[in-house]
């Protein structure tokens, strides 16, 4: 119903206003917003391209109102895995906001922490931790370190130590994060989860299951109030709760839960998804 909407608004700017109006970008840029939120990055993709040739067509090549149309644009490169063509538009992005509001604005967090996240998957393991630092350093002077999205960049700094192969080492940031989120947010908060299960595998990388099992029940639970029971990220959770009980020859905890977690899958992907084969 949304999707329709926009397209009718646009239909109606691109016959009053003419193609190449800045209305048209906005009107472009709110479809391709609403493909992003779904993850259709190929039905994104020429909507985005367009609004963002309109853009530089109508701005100067350093205008502020550029930036956002590229980290758009570069999203849906990232959400293609084109890693490298979205680096380029992220680092773009981040020189405009920096020339137009300050090396010190916090704005420039999440474009730089999506170019570190590019950074990270192209290999670039050791310029990623250099940008992430950068991140946390930012939001440390302005908006201080008991923020959520300090706690989020202090995640993805633990995901670099990771792909370092020391994750031992990411475990400070982890529980330094999950202590932030738990202060922060609501107790059932998907991100308090996603952060319990990654702490549970450095306790697993360490030989720890003790330590890990309860920390993967329980975000179990805050995904099942937080999602909902029919939700592929509980199927998800579902999943490798069981992996670790068949692990550990459980095989009355682990059955029941892949059953569910293959049946959420059925009912949420449909029997011919990738995941339900898995």
Known sequence: EAESAMRRSLDIYERNLGPEHADVAD???????????QER????EPFMQRALTIREKTSAADA???APALINMAAIHKGQRHFDQSRDLYQRAVEILEKAEGSDNPDLGPALTDLALCDRAMGNIDQAATT???????????IGPGHPAFAKTLTYLAEIYTAKGFLPAA??????????FEKSLPKN??????????VAMVHLSKNEPDKAEPLMQRALK????????????????????????????????AKPLFEESLQTRRNVLGETHPAVAQ
């Open 132 to 142: 992430v630092r950068r991140v946390l350093g930012l939001y440390e002077k302005t």
């Open 171 to 180: 475990e400070p940031f982890l529980n330094q994060a999950l202590e932030i």
């Open 64 to 66: 502020p109102e550029l």
């Open 222 to 253: 805050i995904y099942v109030e937080a999602l909902g029971a029919d939700h592929p990220v509980v199927a998800q959770a579902k999943n490798n709760l069981a992996e670790y009980y068949l692990g550990k020859k459980r095989y009355d905890k």
């Open 27 to 37: 009107a472009l840029t709110n479809l391709t917003e609403i493909f992003l939120t």
């Open 189 to 198: 908060h998907p991100e308090i989860a996603e952060t319990l299960d990654k």
């Open 41 to 44: 990055y190929q039905d994104a």
